[in-house]
């Protein structure tokens, strides 16, 4: 099988959904199983059987795959399977394709993650039959254009790749059609779409050779976006950073003429809705030039959020760009209590429209987001704890608990919240990454428990069994986020024999991993990471 692997964000959202008949947790030992997931308008067939079995069907039908990546617990996954997954033209053009469902707790989940360069959930990739990877797909953009990027990606198969290069190459060569797939690509989620070093004007310069509006608008986002990475990135660089020269009317007077279309507005929501705060920080944008901008954006996302095609969740992060703007120069301004009563009023409306569990999950979650935003505390912990009678994922929410508790300086809560949550988390990826949180709460919290510390770093070795290893994919970003901290945890309390158990069960561990892999190259690294830390003085 050919990869020629890229990756999914959409760190952009917290959104989040299965009929109570879906087989949301179901598992095998082969590998992924099909999830069929109930629709008034038909059924999803997911492929049941391992990746590669998916992948030589998918050869020998000559079909497309789609592979979508996800978890029970995580919002926009459950965001994804209540809006697009149950859209009638999705389903249609599901038996185009070969979908495969690939749940982050099966086993060998994360050692695939690592093939195809996954990152977060969720993630959806379409590769064409001989398994050479076309595109990615963002999820925050509503239905109807989700599946026309589809369709295209199915029609088109250009790999994005290719694309990439033309357009530093040879840009005349791309065709209307590879500006639209591009504009609508998951960026965020894919840190090798890019040569490295290719500059945010990337995409500026795509911007004024697409002659599709949608496409030009979303592509001058990413621009921006990207421009705002950049200079952050100098900045902890301690790099000097100088506004970009000759564009501050250019991008007021584009990002106007995009809030002044509806189509367009709606056509970049995700930019709009994510990234205000980013984007209106940039040097690109006048003193006089920020009032009537930041005016108009917000005015215009909260007068488009009953908008029909979009989801709940989408609905409610009109109220982002307001809250972000608000609070931008003076963190103790207080919010007028009309505005607190319509952002309530929204909530309400949202809560009592959304019954089923696992639709919840991304619903509240975008809840108990706007409330924190709008330092809303009490109201934001009356949500949780309610939510966790509700939920199909009790462990998410009380996450959330432990986060506020800590926020408001309750430590002891936060960290009740926090060994809480690992204890109802389920999924042996899903307890490792939740057990880890934990640990990474008791170094912050009582990090003169050594025993605690230690223990419950070494408990996290337990979650993962058989097939399901420490050093791949997320597992492994995890578990070196750790190793990291408890090596600046050891060197803060003085004491350099602290975590020699810790680091000794993974030089064990690697000596099981096979050699050549991944996986050993990996395990080999942390401990090399260990080796090269500073004696403790």
Known sequence: ????????????????????????????????????????????????GTIEEGFALAKAENKPVFLYWGAVWCPPCQEIKHTVFKSPQFISQAKLFVPIYLDGDTNRAQAWGET???????????????????????????????????????????????LVELALTQPAKLQASDFVQLAYYSWG????????????????????????????????MQYLTTLSEELNTQKSENESVEPTEGHSTEAFARLMSYLDSTMLTLACWDYFAYYA????????FSEAELGPLKEKWQAKMLAL???????????????????????????????????????RAD???????????????????????????????????????????????PYYFMSGLAYLEEEQGNLAEALAWRRKAYEYSTGEATRFQWGASYVRAIIRITPEDHKLVMASSMKLFDELQGDHTPFAGRNFRILRSVSTQLGTWQSDQGDEDLTVPFHSRIAALCTRQVDPSIELTNCLSLTIAHQSQPAVQ
């Open 1 to 48: 099988m050919k990869t020629n692997c890229i990756v999914l964000l959409w760190a952009i959202l917290a959104l989040a959904g299965c009929e109570s008949s879906d087989n949301e947790g179901a598992q095998s030992s082969k590998g992924p199983v099909a999830h069929k997931t109930s629709s008034h308008s038909g059924t999803i067939h997911w492929f049941e």
């Open 116 to 162: 195809f360069s996954v990152k977060g959930y969720p993630t959806m990739i379409v590769f064409n039959p001989d398994g050479d990877e076309i595109t990615r797909i963002p999820g925050g953009i509503d239905i109807s254009r989700y599946n026309t990027v589809l369709a295209l990606s199915l029609n088109n198969m250009r790999p994005t790749s290719m």
């Open 189 to 220: 989620q894919d840190s090798d779409s890019l040569p490295e070093g290719t500059a945010a004007t990337f995409f500026r310069d795509l911007s004024e050779l697409s002659d599709e509006p949608d496409a030009s608008a979303r592509l001058y």
């Open 277 to 284: 705060k980013d984007i209106i920080g940039l040097p690109v």
């Open 305 to 343: 959020r009953s908008q029909p095609s979009l989801s709940s969740t989408e609905q409610l992060t009109a109220w982002l760009p307001l809250l972000a703007f608000h609070f931008l120069e003076d963190e103790d301004a207080t919010l007028p209590e009309s505005v607190i009563a319509d952002l």
């Open 347 to 393: 909530i309400m409306k949202a809560d009592s429209e959304t019954s089923n569990a696992y639709a919840r999950q991304s619903v509240v979650s975008q809840m108990e987001e706007l409330l924190q935003s709008a330092k809303l505390y009490d109201d934001a912990r009356e949500l949780l704890l309610a939510e966790l009678e509700k939920s199909a994922s």
